[in-house]
């Protein structure tokens, strides 16, 4: 019988903690910040339907879970309305006047309302305006009110397109010194070099099809492998969706999830099907990034403009050797890159039915945010302070147990008499690149005038 193996990482994340009917933990005294933490703290905690325990192992969300989790969210929006709950095509948030608010939340030791964790309803950021005059950045972006879907999720009351979260933003802005400094934002998962000498000795000894013995066995074979996380706070809710949005998207590319929309079936499905095409011993990895174009700005630097979706999927290979050695990156096969392609083409829908997805993609556009700060030291150049955004002395966010490694989980289908192992993938957000880079367009400085900031104090506007 031929076959056809392909493995796929399986990793979660945690929020510890007990069960809480609240949308955030807050603590302040003379000796201690200000400390802000949106709760999916019930039961194992979820985050876009995935949850992991305090060993860090990862598992879909129990049905009880969620259960708890919606109800949580719900209680903790009791009493949102007016203009807030408005549909809005370009909202408006000021920095300076959310620091502002943050820090007299902060010193009367009162929670904060849920507009201001989940940022007026923000669900993209299309453009950040910096205004010397006032001395203020602002990000401007679509908006709507916003529900809890079945899964727990903040997400849309029309669209159901998730909503981005303040936890999110200011994980974000605090990654503005190592953006600077050269750091990407990133994540991977990887195999250990001697997870992978044990799984080619695997291998070689192997001369059967694959049965659920011999996958199990492979699995044990390759272990835990690593995740590793770069400039972002590995603790932080931003880290849990980077992790989560790798996991799932593995599980798409390798048939281990169903997929939610038409048009997308799994690489293992393709090899299936066109079995003539399966490369040999090779390693395909998957990772989602920016787009090349991903922003515009004016010839001041003072307007920016992101680009949608603003999200691709990448690939590349390498092979694996007899011993365990893995060949330098290459080129992947066309099926490898027909798959990534076709999730692409259908990442706005895989945002809606996803929502793990669509909080990926906010916090990629937060990342763009801060990148767009960084160029230039635009903060320096507005005199804009931000010290609760910016100091977790001042304003801590809430930890949350992400796992640093993950189990290998292995797969089958029939094919050619060749292993096909997909080892590595992730998240990465190459944003100094891409800054740098970034088109000059003159349109752009007429958006910034229109979206002025208000004379009226309040933090958002339309």
Known sequence: MDTLIRFLVVLNCVFGGSALASAQNISFAEQRPFVVGVVPVVGNGAVGGVAVDASGVIALAEQRDLLELKEARGVAMVGLGGDVAKQSRLRKISLRRLDALLAQHASENIPLPPEVLYLAGLQRVEYVFAYPETHDVVLAGPAEAWTVDEGGNAVGEDSGA???QLVDLIAALRTIDKLIAGEMISCSIDPTPAGLRQFAALLRRSRTSPSTQLLRRMEQAVGPQTITLTGIAPESHFAQVLVVADWQMKRLGMGLAASPVDGLTSYLEMLRDKPGMAPRNTMPRWWLAYGDEPVERDAEGLSWSLSRPGVQVCTAAGRLQPDGDVDAQTASDPLAKAWATS??????????????????????DLGLVAAILAAGDLLTAVNLELPMLLDDARLQLASHHVPRTVASQASAIKGRREWIVSISGGVELDVARLINAANVQTEIREARTEASPSPAASWWWD
């Open 343 to 364: 999730m692409t083409k259908q990442y706005d829908r895989l945002a809606v039915v996803e929502p793990i997805f669509g909080q990926l993609r906010g916090c990629m």
């Open 162 to 164: 998730a909503i981005m």
